[in-house]
């Protein structure tokens, strides 16, 4: 009677067991279902952006109309963005249009329409078109937002149609800008510091076409203030460009402490505004790179002291 009385109660408990399992597995599917509705909920949302395309057969033109976007991320400290729209047929950078600048905008209508003139149809649709959202900021680099890629192939180009797309990170969004390689040179007789621009490498690829037509510029800077401006040839197409031009500032001595040289090279575009690459500042104050160089030229009067760089956003 032990025996089976033993066995029963055995019986029972793996049955309680089973269902407190059962119990308890039902209960976390729900809730690994919205932790994962969650998880995407959470990401981050770079808003939309609506646009309408057509091809005129007779005309052999392409149109592409910009209307607006919606729910755009703020870029700038004031809590807000100036969004504006860069329009390419890729591969092809030469057929870059873009949008006006709307001020501090994050819902901005564009209502603009653009025109890819002289384009037969066998070759728009070969085309991919690409919109880039960026927030414009005229004293830095703008900032990329989001952008949006379809193949024309994939649409029916017969009639305008009007699309609203989700707008994906910028595939140009981060990654290393290159390095610079300059020399500092400073006689205090001569209250001057002569800046050597001489070679860059592996500069990022700005254009479409996967390379840059980078220049330098260089700014003297005292208490935050622009005194003057030098900047180097554009050299077409070139990640690894040689530059070798000298320029020479008039710093007086008891200025040094409060001088800046910010060196920025530059993607030259004709058919929009030219982009930054990256960015050297040069003072007592900077990174630690930045000023191990400065201190290495104080202290070594009447000598050229290079140093490479890694260049910043």
């Not at 017969?158 to 040179?185: A, H, I, N, V």
């Not at 401006?229 to 690894?240: P, S």
């Not at 008039?250 to 990256?278: A, H, Q, Y």
Request: contains cysteine.
């Amino acid at each position: 009677n032990q025996y089976f009385l033993r066995l029963a109660l055995t019986e029972l408990l793996l049955t309680s067991i089973i269902c407190v399992s059962f119990f308890f597995s039902g209960q976390l599917s729900p809730g690994s279902d919205e932790e994962d509705g969650h998880d995407t909920s959470g990401r981050e949302t770079l808003g939309r952006i609506q646009f309408s395309v057509g091809y005129n057969f007779q005309e052999s033109t392409l149109t592409v109309k910009i209307m607006k976007a919606q729910e755009l991320p703020a870029k700038d400290f004031s809590g807000t963005s100036d969004p504006f729209v860069k329009i390419y047929l890729l591969p092809d950078k030469k057929h870059k249009l873009e949008t006006k600048v709307k001020r501090k905008n994050l819902n901005p209508h564009w209502n603009e329409t653009f025109l890819f003139e002289g384009f037969p149809y066998e070759k728009v649709v070969q085309r991919v078109l690409y919109l880039q959202v960026l927030d414009y900021d005229r004293f830095s680099r703008n900032d990329p937002i989001g952008e949006v890629s379809i193949p024309l192939n994939k649409i029916d180009l017969t009639q305008m149609q009007t699309f609203w797309k989700e707008l994906k990170p910028c595939s140009d969004g981060s990654g290393s800008r290159g390095e610079l390689l300059l020399s500092l040179c400073y006689n205090p007789s001569a209250n001057s510091i002569i800046v050597n621009i001489i070679k860059a490498r592996n500069l990022k690829a700005m254009d479409i076409g996967g390379t840059s037509d980078p220049y330098v510029k260089v700014w003297l800077m005292y208490k935050d203030k622009r005194v003057e401006k030098k900047k180097t040839v554009v050299m077409k197409r070139c990640l690894n460009p040689i530059f070798n031009e000298s320029f020479i500032f008039d710093i007086p001595t008891e200025k040094l402490r409060e001088t800046t040289i910010i060196i920025t090279v530059m993607d030259k575009d004709k058919l929009s505004r030219n982009d930054v690459i990256g960015k050297i500042y040069l003072s007592w104050k900077s990174g630690p790179g930045e000023v191990k160089h400065w201190k290495d030229m104080i202290s070594h009067p009447r000598t050229a002291v290079a140093q490479w760089h890694q260049l910043k956003a």
